[in-house]
C-alpha cells in the first residue's frame, strides 16, 4: 500500500535547537518526495523536493530509500519556523498523485 | 497574480443540503485538485482535472461532483450533504502533472454538515 507516516502531531523544541520532523513511506515504485508547509493565516506551500537536493529556509532533508524515509531537519530552529508541516509522495496509479502524510506541528519557543 | 482562490472560506450546512464551493486559478495551470482534510488526517484527493473538459475521480469521489468548463474555474458540487462531508477542502492547481510541478493550493474552505 501507498502510504506516508509522520509519526509525530507536534514537536516541541526551543529556539536554536536542531529540528528533525519524520516521514516515512510506503511505495514499491522510485519515489519522489516532497516537503510542503502551513504557516498560520498562510495556504500551504511547497518547501523543498527530494530531487532538487536543495536547502530552503535553512531545511533539507534526504531520502534514504533503505529506511524508506525523508526527515525534514535543521541545525537551528527559529520561531518563524512555528508551522505545520505535510511529507508528500508521488505515485503513480493511473494517475499522477500526491499522498500526504498527517502533518506535523512545530512549535518553536523563545 | 491571486493565485488560487476558494469561495466561501466557512459555510455551515444542514444534512441534505447541497452547494457548491468554487474554485478559480489565474496561472493558467492545466491541473487542478480538490482535497479535503478530516482532524487528523493528511489530506486526500477527491477529484482532478488535467484540462478544461476532463475530470476524473480521485480517491474519495463519493458525495462530491465537478466540472471544468473552462481552464481557469473547478468547481465542487456536493448534492446532499452528510456529515462525513465535514472537512477542510482545498482547492490546488499545477501547470503539470503532480510528480514534476509545484502545486500551488487555495486557503481552504471550512465546512460544517449539521
Known amino acids: 500500500a501507498q502510504r506516508v507516516t509522520q509519526p509525530e502531531k507536534l514537536l516541541s523544541v526551543f529556539k536554536g535547537a536542531p529540528v528533525e520532523l519524520k516521514c516515512n513511506y510506503s511505495y514499491s515504485g522510485s519515489p519522489e518526495l516532497f516537503w510542503y508547509v502551513q504557516y498560520s493565516r498562510q495556504r500551504l506551500q511547497l518547501l523543498l523536493r527530494?530531487?532538487s537536493r536543495e536547502s530552503i529556509k535553512g531545511f533539507t532533508a534526504d531520502l534514504n530509500k533503505g529506511e524508506t524515509s525523508f526527515h525534514l531537519k535543521k541545525p537551528f530552529a527559529q520561531e518563524e519556523d512555528s508551522a505545520m508541516y505535510y511529507c508528500a509522495l508521488s505515485v503513480r496509479s493511473g494517475y499522477n498523485k500526491l499522498i500526504f502524510g498527517a502533518g506535523t506541528r512545530l512549535a518553536v519557543h523563545p | 497574480n491571486a493565485g488560487v482562490t476558494q469561495t466561501p472560506k466557512f459555510r455551515i450546512l444542514k444534512i441534505g443540503q447541497s452547494m457548491t464551493l468554487q474554485c478559480a486559478q489565474d496561472m493558467n495551470h492545466n491541473y487542478m485538485y480538490w482535497y479535503r482534510q478530516d482532524p487528523g488526517m493528511g489530506l486526500k484527493l477527491i477529484y482532478y482535472?488535467?484540462?478544461?473538459?476532463?475530470?476524473d475521480k480521485g480517491e474519495v469521489p463519493n458525495g462530491y461532483n465537478v466540472s471544468r468548463s473552462t481552464t481557469e474555474d473547478f468547481p465542487l458540487r456536493l448534492e446532499l450533504a452528510a456529515p462525513s462531508q465535514t472537512s477542510v477542502y482545498f482547492c490546488?492547481?499545477?501547470?503539470?502533472?503532480?510528480?514534476?510541478?509545484?502545486?500551488?493550493f487555495g486557503e481552504g474552505s471550512w465546512l460544517t454538515v449539521v
Open positions: 482535472s488535467v484540462g478544461a473538459g476532463i475530470t
Open positions: 527530494h530531487i
Open positions: 490546488a492547481s499545477s501547470y503539470g502533472e503532480a510528480s514534476g510541478n509545484t502545486i500551488y
